[in-house]
């Protein structure tokens, strides 16, 4: 049994004009993990997964994703290449139904009977959406819009699944019921790299976690071993 990275990322940075948003930041993926980014506000979580995806280019060092750096590769192409990123305040189109919008997600595929095969899978994992398939997008709860916007993103059929801030303004039941379902998206397969304001989730649902701070990695490790250090309990989780 061999573990595999999917992803590294050595050395990055990242500038917005003058503001460094990414300071040499190591990071790595294996095939399997669910892998937690924790971070104040600003500490440079988004950024990270933005330009995971494609969406901001580095100013230094390289993305590798199963070993070849994509750090120049479209965006269009890195979804190709089997990574989804599902963004911080969902960014589901709410005039089209639950249904439309799940096919906006599969657009890039050309295998169409793995397709339906990947709707029947989404409506398995979440079956409110089912129940809401023809309901515009826009009249859904907030957390049934963050299922929307994770079933789309698996309908890319991705090896690593980019996270977003799932929680954010979510009430807790509602959460703890979103990241078992990550839990089980998980399980069947797909590798998960999770941004979250609140470490105890991410801890609590993930393998490993690092965190940023202010643009750099301050720490990094077992989320077993994360959640007794003290450093993190003052910090992060509240005292
Ligand atoms: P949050 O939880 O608030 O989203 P974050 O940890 O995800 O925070 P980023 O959004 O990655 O942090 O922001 C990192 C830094 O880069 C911040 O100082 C932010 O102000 C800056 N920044 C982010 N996007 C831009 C942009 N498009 N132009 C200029 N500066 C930006």
Do not use: C
């Not at 494609?54 to 993305?63: A, D, N, Q, T």
């Not at 077992?222 to 993190?232: I, M, P, R």
Request: charged share 25%; proline share 3%; hydrophobic share 40%.
């Amino acid at each position: 049994w061999e573990v595999t990275t999917l992803l590294k990322l050595n050395h990055l940075s990242v500038h917005y004009g003058a503001i460094q948003a990414l300071k040499d930041v190591n990071l790595h993926v294996e095939e399997g993990e669910i892998v937690s980014l924790i971070g104040a506000n600003g500490s440079g979580k988004t950024t990270t997964l933005r330009t995971i995806s494609g969406l901001e280019r580095k100013s230094g060092g390289e993305i590798l994703y199963q070993g070849k750096d994509i750090s120049k590769t479209l965006a269009s192409e890195i979804v190709k290449l089997g990574i989804s990123h599902v963004p911080e305040g969902r960014r589901i189109f709410p005039r089209m139904t639950v249904f439309e919008n799940l096919e906006v997600g599969a657009i890039t595929r050309k295998d169409k009977e793995n397709v339906a095969k990947d709707f029947q899978r989404s409506f398995e994992l979440f079956p409110r959406l089912l129940e809401r398939k023809n309901q515009l997008a826009g009249t859904l709860s907030g957390g049934e819009q963050q299922m929307l916007a994770i079933a789309r993103g698996l309908l890319a059929r991705p090896k690593l699944l980019l996270l977003d801030e799932p929680s954010m303004g979510l009430a807790p039941l509602i959460v703890e019921e979103i990241f078992n379902i990550v839990r089980d998206i998980n399980a069947a397969g797909t590798t998960v790299l999770l941004v979250e304001q609140n470490a105890h989730l991410a801890l609590k649902y993930s393998n490993r976690g690092y965190i940023l701070k202010n643009g750099y990695i301050d720490l990094e490790g077992y989320s077993k071993d994360l959640v007794n250090n003290d450093e993190v309990k003052k910090a992060y989780l509240g005292g």
